[in-house]
């Protein structure tokens, strides 16, 4: 990670651990905004100094008050600001103007509610910039780091509860939404030491939030909820330090837009919509996306045991037949490996019960709970097939009374003759039965099926950790983007000039041009309208294969003016291009430019239903071939250029190339560089040609 970024997420320390703390606009009411923050920290015992600033009132909630910021004994390293919107951005120049390093504004009104309060907010920026001041906010809920006793936060959550010790840091766009994921976690007796909700994010984001967890020793997972992200860069440099930290990032994105205007006539910007880009982005740096709370929790939790997979592969043990299938089905929807179990011990398991099910799920049936011994026996034969995850499901029985002091230690023994497999329990006990089993360093579920989907996860997220670093993108020669939009031609020798290969063709005039160069480049031949104007000339019927002879292309050329003239009548028709017919399997490629993550690039099934198809894999640029070529194999398409039913192989090192260079045209071409369409690309057994080119540029 950068230096620059580093010290920008260490920048929020003064908001997060700070020796003292202001409150303007400070109550004695511990109720109100300005009172609770008060109230919850003299509960729990903050260390540091607590100084109101009330020009109303001499005392608060038992503290001295101060009238106003200069009459503070000292200078405190973070501010809660509950003024009144009006006096807000006055209180935050305040600050700057006195040297403070922190402000948490929690009132709201500024860009939530339309021009004047965003234009406010930007100046409420601006000043915390010049200062050096990191601002969170305006308009959250503030955050909490319960281990010091600091709660600059007006919830009423804690009503129910403080936050539990634990390991799980929480970063949430969403006031609201954050502590709703603290409550929930608190309600399962997950422990959540540190929340911060970003609202507004003027300055500080959810991005430095995660950055500064990242480089917290008291935080080992990290549970993030976003609604979108303001500097790709940034979440980039923060996601890194997590990965680089072996700290998982658990996150809920929510929220959809669409690219842009700008770049609407590609077929790959209305494909990668921005969702799609996140998604890309935070697949590439092993975030775990969860679709719901209670997912959310599921992963974070089983991430606290710190064990991570690299080539995951599940062990099932089970006193349920009807458990087993429903575990085997859950992992097969969630891409685990459940390989059978060794022959030998599948024979030792039969010897001490006949009718048992060994190969995996090992089904030791309900009889091995007459004999405890048997089921150290099954415990240890299962974790021996060399499974890194061990999923047990004894549902009710792990929790009977009758049973469980015994099974206990088992369990305990086994654990610590294997530190390091994951083991997961799934049982229905009481709590303290259960936090028995968690202390032995045992995962618990109830429901074996969000065990699975926990354990899928924390393999991927094992995977990205173990993954080594990809190759460089490769280097492109020089070139320059032209002044002025590009037909096909002209895009397709730009493409020729960074080393993407495309159709051998001629741009032609008049008939007995095109019948020319039909005859040097060989039959049979595709004729295109060339047309600055048209993106998509097949929209028109504006492109013909499959023309085999000298009377075709006289036809095909005057057919082709006639479709332009009636279909497209105010476009500049540059020509006719006559283009070598090639064969193969149908791709896409592309790039677009996403507002936030910069450009990305995209390869799919192709053709004219591309759109439709919908088997699209994106990365954001640059990257190497072999970047490239995962991205290829995970298409659902691939199996066509694999070889599918007798077809030749496609020559996939040309194909990986061809999106590797791309990736490098994206990132090195700069802003004015909109989209590309490469649509369709051939791929066959010989060569990855681009037959189609569209590229679009900023004005």
């Known amino acids: 990670m950068e230096a620059s970024f580093a010290g920008r997420f260490a920048g929020l320390t003064p908001l997060l651990r700070p020796r003292s703390v202001a409150v303007l606009g400070a109550s004695a009411d511990r109720l109100r905004i300005g009172g609770r923050p008060i109230a919850y920290m003299l509960d729990r015992g903050f260390g540091g100094a607590i100084l109101p600033v009330n020009p109303n009132r001499s005392e608060i909630q038992g503290l001295r008050c101060y009238a106003s910021l200069v009459e503070l004994p000292e200078r405190p390293d973070v501010a809660i600001v509950a003024v009144a919107a009006e006096r807000a951005v006055a209180a935050v120049e305040e600050l700057a103007a006195a040297g403070v390093r922190g402000a948490i504004v929690l009132t709201a009104g500024f860009a939530e509610t339309g021009a004047e309060g965003a234009a406010a907010q930007t100046r409420m920026r601006e000043v915390a910039r010049a200062s050096g001041m990191r601002l969170l906010g305006p308009n959250c809920l503030g955050l909490f780091n319960a281990p010091i006793g600091y709660f600059p936060i007006f919830s009423a959550s804690f009503e129910g509860g403080w936050p539990l010790p634990g390991r799980i840091g929480i970063a949430s766009q969403s006031g609201a939404f954050g502590t709703h994921l603290f409550v929930v976690a608190r309600d399962r007796g997950i422990g959540t ?29 990290i549970a993030a909820y976003a609604e979108g992200f303001r500097d790709g860069d940034v979440l980039r440099a923060a996601l890194a330090a997590a990965k680089e930290a072996r ?57 606290t045991r710190r064990l991570y997979p690299a080539a995951s592969t599940l062990g099932v043990l089970t006193v349920s037949g009807g458990g087993g299938v429903l575990i085997a089905d859950a992992a097969e929807a969630n891409g685990i490996a459940m390989p059978p179990m060794p022959a030998a011990a599948q024979a030792r398991l039969r010897a001490l019960i006949p009718f048992c099910a060994p190969a995996n799920p090992v089904d030791c049936t309900a009889q091995v709970f007459n004999d405890l011994a048997t089921v150290g026996t099954f415990l240890e034969e299962t974790v021996a097939g060399g499974y890194t995850t061990l999923l047990i499901f004894f549902s009710q029985v792990g929790g009977a009374p009758s049973i469980a002091p015994r099974l206990h230690d088992h369990l305990a023994a086994l654990r610590a003759r294997h530190p390091d497999v994951l083991m997961v329990l799934s049982i229905l006990a009481p709590s303290p039965l259960v936090a028995q089993y968690e202390a032995l360093g045992y995962a618990v579920f109830a429901d074996p099926t969000r065990a699975v989907v926990a354990i899928g996860a924390v393999g991927r997220i094992g995977a990205a950790f173990a993954a080594p670093p990809p190759a460089p993108a490769p280097a492109l020669p020089a ?3 032209p002044a002025e939009h590009l037909s096909e031609p002209a895009a397709k020798q730009l493409l020729r000039r960074v080393g993407i290969a495309v159709s051998a063709e001629e741009v032609c005039q008049t008939e007995a041009q095109a019948e020319a160069a039909a005859r040097q480049i060989g039959w049979p031949v595709v004729m295109k309208i060339v047309s600055p104007d048209i993106a ?22 005057a057919l082709l003016l006639e479709r332009a003239a009636a279909r497209a009548p105010h ?44 088997d699209v894999a994106l990365r954001s640029c640059p990257f190497g071939a072999d970047t490239a070529q995962a991205m290829i194999r995970s298409l659902r398409c691939f199996a066509l250029l694999n070889g599918a039913r007798g077809r030749e192989r496609a020559d996939l090192g040309a194909l990986a190339m061809m999106l590797a260079r791309l990736s490098a045209l994206g990132a090195a071409a700069g802003p004015r560089l909109l989209a590309v369409d490469l649509n369709p690309v051939i791929a066959s057994a010989d060569e990855a040609v681009a037959v189609d080119a569209v590229i679009v540029l900023r004005e």
């Not at 030491?193 to 020793?217: F, H, K, L, R």
């Not at 097949?538 to 009377?551: A, L, M, R």
Request: with cysteine; hydrophobic share 50%; charged share 20%.
């Open 193 to 221: 030491p540190v929340c911060i909700t970003t609202g507004n994010e003027a300055d500080v984001t959810i991005a430095d939030a995660i950055g500064w967890m990242a480089q917290d020793e008291g935080i080992d997972v």
């Open 247 to 303: 700290k998982p990032v658990v996150m809920m994105k929510v929220g959809r837009s669409a690219l842009g205007q700008a770049a609407a006539s590609s077929h790959t910007a209305a494909i990668a919509a921005d969702d799609r880009v996140a998604e890309a982005v935070l697949a590439e740096y092993g975030v775990a996306r969860a679709a719901s709370t209670e997912e959310l929790l599921d992963i974070a939790y089983l991430a």
């Open 479 to 481: 070139f320059a983007l």
């Open 536 to 557: 998509h000339k097949s929209e028109i019927g504006g492109v013909v294969t499959g023309i085999t002879s000298p009377g075709d292309v006289v036809r095909t050329h």
């Open 571 to 614: 476009a500049r028709i540059d020509g006719i291009l006559v283009a070598r017919h090639h064969s193969g399997v149908e791709l896409i490629m592309g790039l677009a430019r996403d507002p936030v993550f910069g450009p990305v690039a995209m390869v799919g099934a192709g053709g004219i239903f591309a759109e439709i198809m919908d």
